[in-house]
């Protein structure tokens, strides 16, 4: 069966950087693209970008450009989103999720989601 | 971006009942719509895609509608583990975006 593993939650200081890793099994790591959306507490849903686990391309949302890199390791079907320059805005519980297509191109649809990683941003 | 406005934002409805929420979208965004139920401490579920097509595994209670800029969700007789918060988010241009979400409470 499908499953997104995430590493666990994680406090920073505001200004560090946190990487969340997202391990995935029970399918063919590189056909589906992989996505990542973040929830602050209470608050509602919020896409950060999409990478391909296939050729590493990625696309981010132009809030998070200049401060997210989305990564892929085949070797160990793992994605990852590194977020840097953290400030208490960026507390949140930060989702890994499969594209429901597989294939050359995604749909934009998220079918299996990860069990989320609170990372909480505090001095 | 584009901007996907839920309607109500919340909602008390019994067991047994007929529920609709609705969602609107800034642009036409065609039949690139999706909905999601999240229940407290879990992750969202996908529900409903492109607008009208039942995700595998979802009871068939559940139901999607609309095209352009005006879709809806009914639930055609609420379950008690119907009671969650719903979202509908946009596929058809990144950024992606959602809904702000309908709870959806016991009367």
């Known amino acids: 069966q499908v499953q997104l593993v995430q590493s666990g939650a994680e406090v920073k200081k505001p200004g560090a950087s946190v990487k969340v890793s997202c391990k995935a099994s029970?399918?063919?790591?590189?056909?589906?693209?992989m996505h990542w959306v973040r929830q602050a507490p209470g608050q509602g849903l919020e896409w950060m970008g999409i990478i391909n686990p296939d050729g590493g391309s990625t696309i981010y949302a132009q809030k998070f450009q200049r401060r997210v890199t989305l990564t892929r390791d085949t070797s160990t079907s793992t994605v990852s989103m590194d977020l840097t320059s953290l400030r208490s805005e960026d507390t949140a519980m930060y989702y890994c999720?499969?594209?429901?297509?597989?294939?050359?191109?995604?749909?934009?649809?998220?079918?299996?989601w990860g069990q989320g990683t609170l990372v909480t941003v505090s001095s | 971006d584009i901007q996907m406005t839920q309607s109500p934002s919340s909602l008390s409805a019994s067991v047994g009942d007929r529920v609709t929420i609705t969602c609107r979208a800034s642009q036409s965004i065609s039949t690139y719509l999706n909905w999601y139920q999240q229940k407290p401490g879990k992750a969202p579920k996908l529900l409903i895609y492109a607008a009208s097509s039942l995700q595998s595994g979802v009871p068939s209670r559940f139901s999607g509608s609309g095209s352009g800029t005006d879709f809806t969700l009914t639930i055609s007789s609420l379950q008690p583990e119907d009671f969650a918060i719903y979202y509908c988010q946009q596929s058809y241009s990144t950024p992606y975006t959602f809904g702000q979400g309908t709870k959806l409470e016991i009367k």
């Open positions: 999720i499969r594209d429901r297509s597989p294939g050359a191109f995604w749909s934009g649809n998220f079918d299996y």
């Open positions: 029970g399918y063919t790591f590189t056909s589906y693209y």
